[in-house]
């Protein structure tokens, strides 16, 4: 259920250049979590002026939630200094995330730069369900999460931008165009940047394939009110200006409008 909760971190690691693994303590009154939400975070010693920042659950388990978090600016980057035993505010889980009341008998995942951490939960969750599960993950040069990921996924394909020995040298979704030419079965979840989920919603239309987007947009507020957030969902033939944070952040990879030019 949603609440704004103090959480005391468990602990913080940088698990590559930039990328820290933040740990809260979970508290009962959020309930029960889904794969693709997020939540508001700030530092509570230091929250003031500052406005929570949005980061998806990477993987919970009863005790813990785990964010995994790419400095960029000012909000991240106190996220990321702080010590174990210190406090986080924290608002959620927010936003819709992945609907699993029916699960595909085969997925695909695709995931790029820090979109890659929130499809954690989801191979998770999908594999506990008898799912299987190809992940392919994109990065720029330096992969993280992959023990996570191999853990619980069927096949895993990584693949980097700039040339690292053992890693598929390029971008991700081509890679799964090769590896996945003519299986167009699979359901496919993807998150990352704006450019990539473009490139995956082409490549399932002319595929003819079904799948999900997690899509980011900047926010405020976080719970719906401010309209920050709304992006443009095409839904019965008609452009909706949607809120990300109550709507989103998940939605059907045919409905998402991207600008022309991403
Ligand atoms: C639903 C949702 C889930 C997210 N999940 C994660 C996550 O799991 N891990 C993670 O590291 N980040 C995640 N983000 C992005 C994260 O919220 C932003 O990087 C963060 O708010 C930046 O705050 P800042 O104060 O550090 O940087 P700012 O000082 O606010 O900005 C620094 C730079 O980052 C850019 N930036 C800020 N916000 C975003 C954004 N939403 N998308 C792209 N660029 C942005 C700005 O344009 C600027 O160039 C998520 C965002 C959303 C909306
Ligand atoms: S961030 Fe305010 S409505 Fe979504």
Not at 92 to 108: E, H, I, M, V, W
Not at 201 to 213: A, E, I, M, N, V
Request: glycine share 10%; hydrophobic share 40%; with cysteine.
């Amino acid at each position: 259920m949603k609440s704004i909760r103090d959480l005391k971190i468990v602990s913080t690691d940088e698990i590559a250049q930039g990328i820290f693994a933040l740990v809260l303590e979970r508290h009962p009154d959020f309930g029960d979590l889904k794969p693709g939400q997020f939540f508001n975070l700030a530092l509570k010693s230091r929250e003031l002026p500052l406005l929570k920042r949005p980061i998806s659950l990477s993987t919970w388990d009863d005790q813990t939630m785990t964010f995994v978090i790419r400095k960029v600016g000012k909000g991240t980057e106190l996220l990321c200094a702080a010590k174990p035993g210190e406090w986080v505010s924290a608002v959620g889980p927010l936003g819709n995330g992945f609907d699993l009341a029916q699960t595909p008998s085969a997925a695909t995942l695709l995931g790029g730069g820090i979109g890659t951490a929130p499809l954690l939960a989801l191979a998770e969750a999908l594999s506990a369900a008898g799912t299987k599960v190809n992940v392919y993950l994109g990065y720029l040069n330096e992969p993280y999460l992959i023990e996570a990921f191999k853990a619980v996924a069927d096949g895993l394909f990584i693949a980097t931008m700039e040339p690292v020995e053992g890693f598929y040298h390029g971008n991700v979704v081509e890679y799964w165009m090769n590896q996945e030419s003519g299986v167009t079965q699979r359901h496919v979840y993807s998150c990352g940047p704006d450019a990539m989920l473009h490139m995956v919603q082409l490549s399932l239309k002319s595929r003819g394939q079904k799948g999900h987007l997690l899509t980011e947009e900047r926010m405020a507020c976080g719970i719906g009110a401010c309209l920050t957030c709304a992006k443009p969902i095409e839904q019965d033939g008609e452009v909706h200006m949607l809120r990300t944070c109550i709507e989103g952040p998940v939605f059907k990879a045919e409905e998402v409008v991207f600008n022309a030019n991403e």
